[in-house]
T-cell receptor
Framework: AQSVTQPDIHITVSEGASLELRCNYSYGATPYLFWYVQSPGQGLQLLLKYFSGDTLVQGIKGFEAEFKRSQSSFNLRKPSVHWSDAAEYFC?????????????FGRGTSLIVHP | ETGVTQSPTHLIKTRGQQVTLRCSSQ?????VSWYQQALGQGPQFIFQYYREEENGRGNFPPRFSGLQFPNYSSELNVNALELDDSALYLC????????????FGPGTRLTVL
């Protein structure tokens, strides 16, 4: 069965600093991978996804992620963090259910941004 | 374009009761998925409805059931509530089945006492 590990429960960065959130997945076939962000009181918003092709994926809000098959990783990066990026970030791997790719989520990483 | 809406925002029930949560999908979307997000955890897939039929189900017992209506809005019903059912319930809508982006609602916070 597929699974996702986000090893960091909390990450604290200063505003303007670079960010990398780690994600490791377990999946038998070529994975469909996602990163979502959840702000307090909000639903999840898709930042980016990887289905195939270029292993460096660009997303919204200046985020990018790199798929590394050899390391079973899909880490999320941003070169300069803004205070508004403080939120919960979820990595997910998509499993085929009834013809649809349903995300299996990790437990999330809480991003704290210091001014 | 109206986004995904859910009602109610918050709900308090006691153990053994039944609850119905509602979701209005985004305009043009015909697929609705429901997730349960316990505190400090990622969302877990409950089930998905596509064109009014259940299209897939996660590891949840039969007391979790759902409906999708002709306008593609949806309900999640939970019978015989247990304390562990306390969670944020998220609804997500999308078009079709082939990996199209799911748009999430803000969720319903259910507390079971």
């Amino acid at each position: 069965a597929q699974s996702v590990t986000q090893p960091d429960i909390h990450i604290t960065v200063s505003e303007g600093a670079s960010l990398e959130l780690r994600c490791n997945y377990s999946y038998g076939a070529t994975p469909y991978l996602f990163w979502y962000v959840q702000s307090p009181g909000q639903g999840l918003q898709l930042l980016l996804k990887y289905f195939s092709g270029d292993t460096l994926v660009q997303g919204i809000k200046g985020f990018e992620a790199e798929f590394k098959r050899s390391q079973s990783s899909f880490n999320l990066r941003k070169p300069s963090v803004h205070w508004s990026d403080a939120a919960e970030y979820f990595c997910a791997v998509g499993a085929l259910v009834g013809g649809s790719y349903i995300p299996t989520f990790g437990r999330g990483t809480s991003l704290i941004v210091h001014p | 374009e109206t986004g995904v809406t859910q009602s109610p925002t918050h709900l308090i029930k006691t153990r053994g009761q039944q609850v119905t949560l509602r979701c209005s999908s985004q305009s043009g979307h015909n697929t609705v998925s429901w997730y349960q997000q316990a505190l400090g955890q990622g969302p877990q897939f409950i089930f998905q409805y596509y064109r009014e039929e259940e299209n897939g189900r996660g590891n949840f017992p039969p007391r979790f059931s759902g409906l999708q209506f002709p306008n593609y809005s949806s309900e999640l019903n939970v019978n015989a509530l247990e304390l562990d059912d306390s969670a944020l319930y998220l609804c997500a809508s999308s078009w079709g089945l082939e990996g199209n982006e799911q748009f999430f609602g803000p969720g319903t916070r259910l507390t079971v006492l």
